[in-house]
């Protein structure tokens, strides 16, 4: 049951680390977002601003498709409408843990496309406050769930002790055992070569008396 039960624990830990890899990796992106939103704002030129806002559109694209990516087991805790990961510990069900999935794409993390190829300021300054917004809510979020991963991790590490431990006791129980029963063979063996002798001396000792007749 411990095995099945470490198994299980085993792949939670990976979806856990590939969602708060996928979280990473979003975060990556919406900081070269930002990068290029704060360049186009320093560039008065039209024809440069629209050219960034292609390639934030172009980034923005991949928010979806890293979130959608972050996949491990089938279990995803980062698309739109990211899963729930349950994991038991104990071999009852009374110890669980659940991780609550994040949406980290996009749409989740208000994030638009570039309004009007960024020709105004202010399309850029709304543009930058969301990618603040979404660089803290990414953050927590990595937090949350490698904090969730990392207690995963205590528990599997505990389950591969307790089954270590489980087995050495058995195979002492087992030892205890067969050195009882070799113990009890021998008595066994010593009480039937004790009695033998024992009614060899007694007709030896009856055969003896007859001879003194």
């Known amino acids: 049951d411990l095995l099945v039960l470490k198994d299980d624990i085993d792949l939670a830990v990976s979806a856990a680390e590939t969602a708060v890899t996928g979280l990473e990796s979003i975060q990556d992106i919406v900081e070269q977002m930002k990068g290029l939103a704060l360049s186009a704002k320093s560039d008065a030129s039209s ?9 934030f559109n172009d980034l923005h694209s991949q928010l979806d498709n890293l979130a959608n990516d972050s996949t491990f087991n089938s279990t995803n805790l980062l698309k739109g409408s990211p899963a729930n990961l349950k994991v038991t510990f104990s071999e009852d069900g009374s110890s669980t843990l659940t991780i609550s999935g994040i949406a980290s794409d996009a749409s989740a993390l208000s994030i638009a496309a570039a309004v009007s190829n960024w020709a105004a300021d202010a399309h850029i ?6 990618l603040d917004s979404a660089l803290t809510t990414l953050r927590s979020s990595a937090t949350t769930i490698g904090s969730s991963s990392d207690l995963i991790s205590l528990r599997l590490d505990f389950v591969t002790n307790l089954i270590t431990a489980l087995d050495e006791g058995a195979e002492k129980l087992v030892n205890a055992n ?13 009480r039937q070569q004790l009695g ?3 009614l060899s001396i007694a007709q030896e000792s009856e055969q003896a008396v007859f001879r003194l007749f």
Do not use: F
């Not at 067969?178 to 010593?190: F, P, V």
């Open 178 to 190: 067969l050195n009882e029963e070799s113990a009890n063979l021998l008595t066994l063996q010593t």
């Open 125 to 130: 300054d709304a543009a930058v406050n969301d």
């Open 47 to 55: 024809e440069n601003r629209s050219k960034s806002a292609v390639q």
């Open 196 to 198: 033998t002798i024992g």
